[in-house]
T-cell receptor, first 112, second 114 residues
């Protein structure tokens, strides 16, 4: 069966510090991978998606970047965090078009 | 842009009662998915209903889809305290599908009173 992992679970970072959140998927090959952010009490907003190694598409202009160095690894990064980067970050995968999308447990980021 | 809108925003019912949540969307879809989110946790997939389906069941969950009205409903029967959570509907960000992700509404926060 497939599983998706995210770490860390919680992160508190000062403004201006770098960020690296990691997501890995097990039990599948060549998944489509996604990063979402959820602000408090809100729905999810798609940040990035990837259809393959090194292929990244960005949905919204922002202070963040994403990379996919391996087939089942997706990384969310920032060089300098802003207060507005605080939120709940969720990684997700799906096998292909029109398929169910499965989410990881999320990382709660607080920028102070 | 946001596609789905859940209604109501909040719902409080007694344990054992049925809970109904609605979702409206704006453009044509290939499928619609419902998710549950417990406080501070990730999203759990509940049901995917395709555009050529009108109704789907999973345990105590029943989802309907009316593409003519661009709406869907999620019914939870015989509710339990453990059903307390936020529920979201989601559709593909672009109606053509593809590799891009989902768009979500703000969710319905369901509280089951013991």
């Amino acid at each position: 069966s497939q599983t998706i992992h995210q770490w860390p679970a919680t992160l508190v970072q000062p403004v201006g510090s770098p960020l690296s959140l990691e997501c890995t998927v097990e039990g599948t090959s060549n998944p489509n991978l996604y990063w979402y952010r959820q602000a408090a009490g809100r729905g999810l907003q798609l940040l990035f998606y990837s259809v393959g190694i090194g292929q990244i598409s960005s949905e919204v202009p922002q202070n963040l970047s994403a990379s996919r160095p391996q087939d089942r690894q997706f990384i969310l990064s920032s060089k300098k965090l802003l207060l507005s980067d605080s939120g709940f970050y969720l990684c997700a995968w799906r096998a292909g078009v029109g398929e169910t999308q499965y989410f990881g447990p999320g990382t709660r980021l607080l920028v102070l | 842009s946001q596609q789905g809108e859940e209604d109501p925003q909040a719902l409080s019912i007694q344990e054992g009662e049925n809970a109904t949540m609605n979702c409206s969307y704006k453009t044509s879809i290939n499928n619609l998915q419902w998710y549950r989110q417990n406080s501070g946790r990730g999203l759990v997939h509940l049901i995917l209903i395709r555009s050529n389906e009108r109704e789907k069941h999973s345990g105590r969950l029943r989802v309907t889809l009316d593409t003519s009205k661009k709406s869907s409903s999620l019914l939870i029967t015989a509710s339990r305290a453990a059903d307390t959570a936020s529920y979201f509907c989601a559709t593909d960000l672009r109606s053509g599908g593809g590799a891009d992700g989902l768009t979500f509404g703000k969710g319905t926060h369901l509280i089951i009173q013991p």
